[in-house]
């Protein structure tokens, strides 16, 4: 018999790899300018962090421009079809738990195409690093409305403006149950590598939702609050365990007022530090609440919203394979053949 | 007409006669349980060395108005001392459990045929149902059949009198009272399906003791009353010696897919999303997860394509099954299969179309859909077994052409198969073939798109594989390399490689095989689950002096090598299909063969006599006959 899946070659000692290690050899095709090159440059930064050697991390991707990011990642890559990424990287999960597997997709891929494939994917906690590129726009098809759209937009699509609402990316992972769930932008390199990082270290289904410019068809997309002058007071970092608190400053924050969420000053009216609410990524009604803030009412929250811990699909799976092994023994061909009732005709047909 | 009630009970020899052939059809409500009295009585003439074949037809709804036309379920099943290929065209017996049965089947059963019915569901309310303004029992116009009227449910109920059952509990059990008749009429043993009952019914005692009095009191029935003149007995098949079980086809493919994988070595997966008639697939691959299987019912058709190509894509055995509707939701995704040259099997289980068609009926409609169902060239293998035993050995050949060849391979069947059951010689495990491929770990000289040199595959490097890293896709892979190109020559050159990869496949399946002469006046050409009618009807032609011959494709793409050779010997070619000529557009544009086909789309298998007199018809046409 010839050499199987389970019988690949071990993996040597893994090497010290660097960023270099995960630049493929292909020319990155992007428009320059374009915020698909920040999110690359910090995807293959913070890879060697994760433990795993290069031939055991799989990039997937569907269509649009986020969908040629794993040509640009030396590791194993498939460039799939129109939303079908999350599907893709299900059957290969299911198959090859020893892997480390990211999907990348955008907007309109993730939320429109492939709208079910992604809620799927994070209801069963498929154990798949998802980052999705937010620009707002269908950028490869030169500039129609996505599901992300802001409601009235005018695009190529849409000339006398959109009349969708725009769909909630974060809301959709939360209620989809998606294990992992976090914002982050293409501009802020830093955030958007820790983000990256503990995406990398997630147990479970990783939902990213990753606010990025298309300087082409949609430039400024998120300008409003994530631009350098005015990011801090229109953008609130999360972090575990603390107060919610942004601004200049640092003295704004969110309580809440009666099961409403509230923006205070510190040190107006009374309030102080320990007025605010504290951030937990553990509590399901805190992250709903921080799904439904945004700019303008509310500052635009980045980080980690939710992380929970619980069995993934492909555990569960080979838990099932196993439990029937372990109680039925492994299964023998002949006797299977010969399942059920039988009988024997003898020589003469009788 | 004989009624039961009014005759004395006394015992009395009476004849017996033996019989070559039975066809008996079980017709009913579709809660009145005819698909397990037809399944029962199979295995036990199936156990009992029979040759049998079974015809499951139901309905799409699952209680559709009790006593209305479209909710009649019907089991058709032939037992035969011979070898036989179909379910029989017409049946010798009808069991009509309510009228709405009687009318949706009494137009298949010949005049003389044996009519058993149960004289209590003919209440006016149920008459009126279905249209009858008097009984037609009374009417005289059923005097061309031997009909005999039991009240079944009467009897029945006074059988299981006294048990702590429900009325409803009580009538649900009178399919086995019909079925205990029948194994009285045909001297076939309770014994297996009275094991049956206790195995099912262990926690539920009463509904067991229930069932069982029901199928005791049908057979004393018979045994007591006097409306039976004969009993009839169909011996032993002389079948091939060997070890013998019942199978369905949809059975025979889930069995056939293990055994693939065990002869493979690699892991199963499966992704499918539920639809008739394919379902049970899953259902049973769902089963076997101590032979690695892993199973995934995914969120839509899509998705369990989808699935099967990352498992595909990590090494595995990707595998997805449908019926056609799923077929066409899966179009994309095969094109990106055989677009990144991976190995995969696709199940299409056929149902009446298009759209949602007829989903419990079968038809042969997804022919072309298989072969073109995709954006640009994108040619993909197609195997199609011709009986439910065959589905067994055809889900091996297609995994073998889908690994060998790093291909995606469309296996069809189709409601008929799926459903019907024949007697199936097990093979040894010992004998099968080995499939199995290696995975490339080379890293000297690899490239993902550089090619055996005879099959035309590409290698199979999965992740995990260190050196190999390497990125695949939709988009068109340059030639060795693999990277992206749109290179307009380059193209060009893939287009043909892909072609030439799955033509050259036609060099490794078996030449066309002729039941017959070689030549003659007429080849009857057929694939998937015409077999047995066609097989039936030259079987008959040739006896009555015909020169008429048969062959039946099982490699749809590529065709084998022998099949213009094999057509240009007849002067006449015939294609018997149930869809209005998907083969014959293929033989016709493929060999400029003049053949003629012959289509029927009723959701039901041909009958033998059908294309008896279709060939007879062409046969006239040709004139003298050669010398």
Same mark, same amino acid.
């Given at each position: ?179 992992? +769930?976090? !914002? ?8 958007? &590598?820790?983000?990256?990082?503990? *995406?990398? #270290?997630?147990? =479970? ?102 992380? +929970?811990? !619980? ?8 838990? &099932?394979?196993?439990?029937?092994? *372990?109680? #039925?023994?492994? =299964? ?19 | ?627």
């Amino acid at each position: 018999m010839t050499k199987t899946v389970d019988s690949a070659p071990a993996p040597a000692p893994l090497p010290v790899l660097t960023r270099k290690d995960f630049v493929s050899d292909q020319e990155v095709r992007w428009c320059p300018g374009c915020g698909d090159y920040s999110i690359l440059a910090q995807t293959q930064k913070v890879m060697p962090d994760f433990g795993y050697a290069r031939e055991n991390i799989v990039f997937i991707s569907g269509i649009g421009c986020s969908g040629r990011l794993p040509y640009y990642m030396n590791t194993y890559g498939f460039h799939s079809i129109h939303g079908r990424a999350p599907a893709i990287a299900t059957g290969l999960r299911a198959a090859r738990p020893d892997l480390m597997v990211w999907v990348i997709t955008g907007d309109g891929d993730a939320l429109s195409i492939g709208g079910n494939h992604l809620i799927h994917s994070m209801r069963r906690n498929v154990d798949i690093k998802l980052i999705m590129f937010n620009n707002r726009i269908y950028g490869l098809t030169k500039g129609q409305a996505s599901p992300t759209s802001e409601y009235g937009k005018v695009t190529k699509s849409s000339p006398t403006g959109t009349i969708d609402y725009p769909i909630s990316p974060l809301g959709i992972a939360l209620a989809a149950e998606a294990s992992f +769930i976090a !914002r982050s932008v293409d501009t802020h390199t830093e955030h958007l &590598q820790t983000t990256l990082e503990r *995406a990398g #270290r997630h147990h =479970g289904s990783v939902f990213v939702e990753v606010l990025q410019n298309c300087n082409i068809f949609n430039d400024g997309a998120h300008r409003e609050f994530t631009d350098r002058e005015v990011r801090d007071d229109r953008m609130l970092v999360l972090e575990h365990g603390k107060p919610m608190i942004y601004g200049k400053e640092r003295n704004r924050g969110i309580r809440l007022d009666g099961h409403r969420p509230q923006i205070v000053t510190i040190g107006e009216g009374g309030i102080t530090e320990a007025d605010l609410l504290i951030h937990d990524e553990s509590d399901p009604l805190l992250a709903a609440m921080l799904t439904t803030l945004y700019w303008p009412d509310f500052p635009v929250p980045v980080g980690v919203i939710r992380a +929970i811990d !619980r069995p993934t699909h492909s555990e569960l799976l080979v838990a &099932q394979v196993e439990q029937a092994i *372990a109680t #039925r023994g492994k =299964g023998d061909l002949a006797t299977l053949l010969a399942g059920g009732e039988t009988w024997t005709v003898t020589g003469d047909g009788a | 007409m004989t009624t039961a009630q009014d005759r004395p009970v006394r015992e009395r020899p009476r004849e017996e006669r033996q019989l070559d052939r039975v066809t008996i059809r079980f017709a009913g409500d579709s809660g009145d349980g005819m698909q397990l009295t037809g399944t029962q009585f199979t295995r036990t003439a199936a156990a009992f060395g029979n040759d049998i074949s079974t015809y499951p037809d139901y309905p799409a709804e699952i209680r559709a108005p009790t006593g209305s036309l479209p909710g009649v379920s019907g089991f058709q099943l032939s037992f035969s001392s011979n070898e036989i290929h179909t379910p029989g065209d017409d049946p010798d017996v009808l069991v009509a459990m309510n009228p709405a049965a009687l009318r949706a089947n009494i137009g298949d059963l010949p005049p003389g045929g044996a009519l058993v019915v149960n004289v209590d569901a003919f209440t006016s309310a149920n008459l009126s149902k279905v249209g009858y303004a008097a009984s037609p029992l009374l009417d005289g116009s059923l005097s061309a059949y031997n009909v005999f009227s039991i009240p079944i449910s009467a009897l029945n109920a006074r059988a299981l009198a006294g048990l702590e059952l429900t009325n409803k509990q009580v009538d649900l059990t009178k399919n086995f009272f019909a079925l205990g008749l029948m194994f009285w009429l045909y001297e076939r043993s309770m014994e297996p399906t009275l094991e049956w009952i206790d195995d099912k019914f262990s926690r539920r005692p009463v509904i067991a003791e229930g069932n069982k009095r029901a199928l005791r009191a049908g057979y004393n029935f018979g045994e007591t009353t006097e409306i039976f003149h004969e009993r009839y007995i169909v011996p032993p098949a002389r079948l091939r010696p060997g070890r013998y079980r019942s199978i369905t086809g949809n059975e025979a493919t889930a069995l056939g897919m293990v055994a693939a994988s065990q002869l493979a070595a690699r892991p199963l997966f499966y992704g499918s999303y539920p639809i008739t008639p394919a379902s049970e697939i899953l259902h049973q691959l769902a089963g076997y997860k101590n032979f690695g299987v892993k199973t995934f019912q995914a969120e839509d058709e899509i998705a369990a394509i989808g699935s099967a190509i990352g498992a595909s894509y990590g090494g595995a055995m990707g595998m997805t099954g449908t019926s056609g509707p799923g077929v066409a939701l899966k179009s994309e995704a095969l094109g990106l299969a055989i677009m990144v040259e991976l190995p995969l099997v696709l199940i299409d289980v056929q149902r009446g179309g298009p759209s949602t068609g007829l989903p419990t009926k079968t038809e042969q409609g997804d022919l072309l859909q298989v072969m073109f169902g995709r954006n640009s060239d994108s040619p993909m293998p197609v195997v199609a077994p011709a009986t439910p035993g065959e589905c067994f050995e055809y889900a091996i050949e297609a995994w073998r052409i889908a690994l060998k060849y790093m291909t995606p391979v469309a296996f069809m069947s189709d409601a008929f198969l799926a459903n019907g059951a024949e007697p199936w010689l097990i093979p040894d495990a010992t004998t099968l073939p080995d499939i199995s491929v290696p995975n490339r770990t080379e890293k000297e000289g690899f490239y993902p798109y550089l090619r055996d040199p005879e099959t035309l595959a590409r290698p199979w490097a999965v992740p995990g594989t260190p050196g190999l890293e390497h990125r695949i896709g939709g988009l068109e892979k340059a030639d060795i390399l693999g990277n992206v190109s749109y290179d307009p020559d380059n193209h060009h050159k893939m287009m043909l490689i892909r072609e030439a990869k799955v033509a050259g496949i036609a060099r490794d399946i078996p030449p066309l095989d002729v039941m017959g002469a070689d030549e003659g006046d007429l080849l009857i050409l057929g694939w998937g689950s015409t077999y047995g009618a066609i097989r039936s009807a030259v079987e008959r032609l040739r006896d009555r002096g015909y020169s008429v011959s048969h062959a039946h494709l099982r490699h749809l793409n590529p065709f084998p090598a022998n099949t213009e050779d094999v057509l240009r010997r007849f002067r006449r070619v015939l294609i018997p299909e149930l869809n209005l000529g998907q083969l014959v557009m293929l033989i016709r544009a493929r060999y400029l063969v003049d053949a003629i086909g012959y289509n029927r789309v009723r959701g039901k298998p041909f009958r033998i006599a059908e294309i008896e007199t279709e060939a007879e018809r062409v046969l006239a046409d040709l004139g003298e006959p050669l010398t």
